[in-house]
């Protein structure tokens, strides 16, 4: 589709048979496994930082893994930021992050922009 899973869930949330809550939780569950694929492609891109093209040496990128793990590790509330969202969950795979640490960290933040998404459509929709 050509919309963003705002638009999608925007339209559905309009549809008085459907539970919002319900529709808030997928939406939240759905946009997190999506996050989840994006750290697991991390994950397997470390694979490669031996080769030339990588774009940074073992070294440094074992000092910023453990920087990130340490201080970064709350940027993870903000992976439902279009753009910039995708590349904190592929670093936090590339800097192995671990997935409990990982996973409720994103769920939140995802969880969080739905339930302000779905409040604001409702106050704007009762006004």
Not at 6 to 31: C, I, K, P, Q, R
Not at 50 to 68: D, G, V, Y
């Amino acid at each position: 589709m050509p919309f963003g899973s705002e638009a999608v869930l925007l339209y559905y949330a309009n549809d008085a048979t459907l539970s919002v809550v319900f529709l808030w939780f997928w939406a939240s569950v759905g946009n997190t496994l999506g996050g989840l694929t994006n750290w697991l492609l991390g994950l397997y891109l470390v694979r490669y930082e031996h080769k030339k093209w990588f774009p940074i040496n073992a070294e440094t990128r074992q000092k910023a893994e453990r920087l990130f793990n340490r201080y970064g590790i709350w940027s993870l509330l903000f992976t439902w930021l279009p753009v910039v969202g995708d590349g904190i969950a592929l670093v936090s795979g590339v800097f192995r992050t671990p997935i409990w640490y990982f996973l409720p960290l994103v769920l939140i933040g995802k969880a969080a922009r739905y339930a302000l998404i779905l409040c604001g459509q409702h106050l704007l929709s009762t006004s």
